[in-house]
T-cell receptor, first 113, second 114 residues
Framework: QQQVKQSPQSLIVQKGGISIINCAYE??????FPWYQQFPGKGPALLIA?????SEKKEGRFTISFNKSAKQFSLHIMDSQPGDSATYFC????????????FGQGTRLTINP | DAGITQSPRHKVTETGTPVTLRCHQT?????MYWYRQDPGHGLRLIHY???????DKGEVSDGYSVSRSKTEDFLLTLESATSSQTSVYFC?????????????FGSGTRLTVV
């Protein structure tokens, strides 16, 4: 049962461009939506997170956009850099499952120089 | 990763043998989790713990057991390893519910069952 669906599976962007990764969820009880960044050979690391009381959160070049009615949220990376090349995971939690995160399938992002 | 250590980092084992993976934390966090990472599936929860001796199943718990006898250690055991359990296993910790505090992940254990 995949409660969080992530797309695309892989993405190639030119340096300086905008990278966009999308996620959709099913459980309306979800109230916490983080994004994790993972480099090869490392564990995922928390990048940015949002709650449904706001529609957008920005931290540096990274922005989460949240659409509660559509049950969708997305990660935007502005001015993408080769160092941003990594695998990105969206996740969600809330309701009776508040103690555990459900992850999307992951997106392998490559930024070409 | 600071405060959380997984061992071993790599392991090759034969089908049918028991395997135990260890997660050790120095953060005194209440919650500990075991996930497996597979291409196309992302991270899937195997088991988690919300205190010493308190554990619960995740979405892919069949064939796995866990134990937590001390706050700092969370063990994942494959009683009889199968090829379908070849994966990268990640431990994560959280001071409160993962939904409000997020996770800190270990560096992972790459397990190959031959």
């Amino acid at each position: 049962q995949q409660q969080v669906k992530q797309s695309p599976q892989s993405l190639i962007v030119q340096k300086g461009g905008i990278s966009i990764i999308n996620c959709a969820y099913e459980n309306t009880a979800f109230d916490y939506f983080p994004w994790y960044q993972q480099f090869p050979g490392k564990g995922p690391a928390l990048l940015i997170a949002i709650r449904p009381d706001v529609s957008e959160k920005k931290e540096g070049r990274f922005t989460i956009s949240f659409n509660k009615s559509a049950k969708q949220f997305s990660l935007h990376i502005m001015d993408s850099q080769p160092g941003d090349s990594a695998t990105y995971f969206c996740a969600a939690s809330g309701g009776q499952g508040a103690q555990k995160l459900v992850f999307g399938q992951g997106t392998r992002l490559t930024i070409n120089p | 990763d600071a405060g959380i250590t997984q061992s071993p980092r790599h392991k090759v084992t034969e089908t049918g043998t028991p395997v135990t993976l260890r997660c050790h934390q120095t953060e005194n966090h209440r919650y500990m989790y075991w996930y497996r990472q597979d291409p196309g599936h992302g991270l899937r929860l195997i088991h988690y713990s919300y205190g010493v001796k308190d554990t619960d199943k995740g979405e892919v718990s069949d064939g796995y057991s866990v134990s937590r006898s001390k706050t700092e250690d969370f063990l994942l055991t494959l009683e009889s390893a199968t090829s379908s359990q070849t994966s990268v296993y990640f431990c994560a910790i959280s001071p409160g519910t993962g939904g409000t505090h997020g996770y800190t992940f270990g560096s992972g254990t790459r397990l190959t069952v031959v």
